[in-house]
DNA sequence: GTCTATAATTCGATAGAC
DNA sequence: GTCTATCGAATTATAGAC
């Protein structure tokens, strides 16, 4: 059976299995999720859930890699670039992030959840151990800052800065009284404020 | 049937019950508890977590109001005292924080993640719109900031450079290759660099 | 208060008709 | 491919002995 998405295109039930999947694991992690309410969400029978994936660990798994893979793709092109300056791969990943949040608001907790649940599962799986210390990135952050602040202090800034608005966006919204559309904006803005401040950083004694 | 807790003092069933129910779901959030998790880590029975707290979700309540209390105690002595300055307060904030959520590690996330999972019963139940709006801390932001830049984007700054890296921790250890003395050892380094660098975002143009 | 045993429920997965 | 009906495992909660 097909029926047409948002966005006007054809949906195979697959798809919209795989959809609803996404939306529902994000926002509740694997423990919260019935495969029940998957279904639901997908407007179909559980049965057929389990006839196109065989379990829910399964799919989760499916999930989870786009998810991560979500992740990597924002960053990939930037990190190696060795014709960007620090600033500019500062201010392309910043604002690459922030725009992919715009859109996956509940990616990092869902991301941050399954990592803490199963820490031996990222451990090498990611290996991004090297990749990232090993980085053009980082040698230029290393340079840059030398003597005056490990460069993990930036790097974890740059994170912070940009990741945890997404990740306390409802608890902000509430403390601070503005709406989401007051939020997405205040995030563009930081997309010019957060290159500054990190650069700042820096540069500090 | 009474047991020495590690500080030496006495706990009662009820107490090791509670105590083992905080780390479980702190942990593990609702969902992924099981209720013979918490018993066996009590070193008690299954059976007498019902007698004692009637009900999974009724212990889970009790822990999660303790929780947010935590959140709450770190800072409510900070931000209407009108004999600090804002940089004091700034200051006395990051500390606090730090030296509770390295004590607590596990605690943003799981907050964050039940107010997601319900944001219906914090909307009000924090009620923290008007308290923290109307502090005396926000006022002397706003006065601080005014015409250069939304107070907002100072306080979850100073928010995300504090929290985030508790929230992401097990993925930073991974990243960067620390272990977690070094860790905390950079925690600490933050108590002095946090405040310096918010103090930079205020006044920066 | 504390335990063992078990009832009651929830939920993932499958059988089988169409 | 899709559905209804149901099984079986896991888990919360309770009954009842001590």
Known sequence: MRRSKTNGTIASTEEKIKLA???VFTEKGFAATRTRDI?????????????????????FDLIMMENVQLF??????????????????????VEGYIE?????????LFILQEI???????ANQLAAKEIFLKSHFFKQLQAASKGRINPVHIVVSMLGLTIFPFIAGLFLQNITNINQVQFDKMMDERKKLIPKWVDTMIKAG
């Open 21 to 23: 999947a996404r939306k």
């Open 39 to 59: 279904a639901e969400a997908a407007g179909i029978n559980l049965a057929l859930l389990n006839y196109y994936f065989r379990s829910k660990q399964k799919l």
């Open 72 to 93: 990597i793709e924002a960053i990939k092109n930037v990190l190696d670039n060795e014709r960007l300056t620090l600033n500019e791969k500062v201010a392309l990943f």
């Open 100 to 108: 992919m949040l715009k859109k996956n608001p509940d990616l990092p």
């Open 116 to 122: 803490r649940r199963h820490p031996e599962k990222f």
